[in-house]
């Protein structure tokens, strides 16, 4: 067996030993080798940072205290900011009653969904876009023992049909907006393009038994393929509340709209998003 080494093998046969319970010749350990002296002092300590998730602060949202992991300064407003940016989603988190269920499609970093859990509502956030969903599962794993077992989040985006998808990002920085399925035509300045499971609400409620009493839609102009995909849930009397965001200049946006209104949803009110012009949330109930 010896006879068959390699040539750097053999400079080292001398060291082989046989391995009696396997009957087999093993090389030895190889020399333990520093990495701060490999990579240097300045990178060494820079990633000490990250694996420490040194990155990682409080934040207190309407009295609760949330641990959100913060790698740049986007992140940290969204993680700080929830009052400011969308507080009429906040609002409609607190309508929800504590024995509801709650579906975040489009989750970004989990900053509202997180939220949603720790007050006690059985929550599932959807998020496919892979840079926010790696902030989004780090914030679920600080706030843990909060959670408990109300937080289910998935790496998958929810559209008209099961199917192997792609995601068109424009910036690849986690907290960014601007990430769209390739089948919306939007193909300017793409920086990097993802591959995604995709599946309909109906088929994920298929699987998973869970009915959402409430649901939450923030897709970047996919409003009308999640609202497609979901037939069976509009029909369904157990969901009651809808949020949605809607551009008041894109046509799918409106005729997912008015499929929501035609399954019995009233509008209960409407608020601009913070700093566009033409983007409104919609927050629909029926009874």
Known sequence: MIKNLSK??????????????????????RKKVDL?????????DKVKK????????????????IKFYTPNLRILWQSFG?????????DFIDSIPKKGVFFDVGGSTGVFAIYSAIIGIQTYVFE??????????????????????????????????????????????PGTHNKYLSNIKKKN????????LTLTIDKFIEISKSVPTALKIDVDGAELMVINGMKNLLRNQTLKRIFIEICDKDNNSKKAL????????????????????NLNNYIL???
Request: charged share 25%.
């Open 50 to 65: 990250f694996e420490n998730l040194s990155f990682t602060h409080t934040s207190s949202i309407r009295g609760k205290k």
């Open 258 to 277: 008015k499929i929501i209104l035609n399954h019995g949803f009233k509008v209960q009110k409407i608020n601009r998003v913070q700093n566009y012009i």
């Open 8 to 29: 750097s093998q053999k400079i080292n046969s001398k060291n082989i030993k046989k391995n009696s319970n396997t009957n087999r010749f093993v090389e030895p350990f």
């Open 189 to 196: 300045n793409i920086e990097y393009t993802q591959s995604s």
């Open 82 to 90: 929830q009052e400011y940016i969308e507080p009429d989603l906040l």
């Open 36 to 44: 701060k002296k490999l990579v240097g002092k300045n990178i060494y």
């Open 128 to 173: 496919p876009e892979i840079s926010n969903f790696n902030i989004l599962n780090i914030n679920s794993y600080l706030n843990k023992k909060k959670l408990k077992n109300k937080y289910h989040h998935f790496n998958i985006s929810l559209g008209t049909k099961t199917s192997i998808n792609k995601i068109n990002i424009k910036k690849f920085i």
């Open 285 to 287: 109930t029926r009874k």
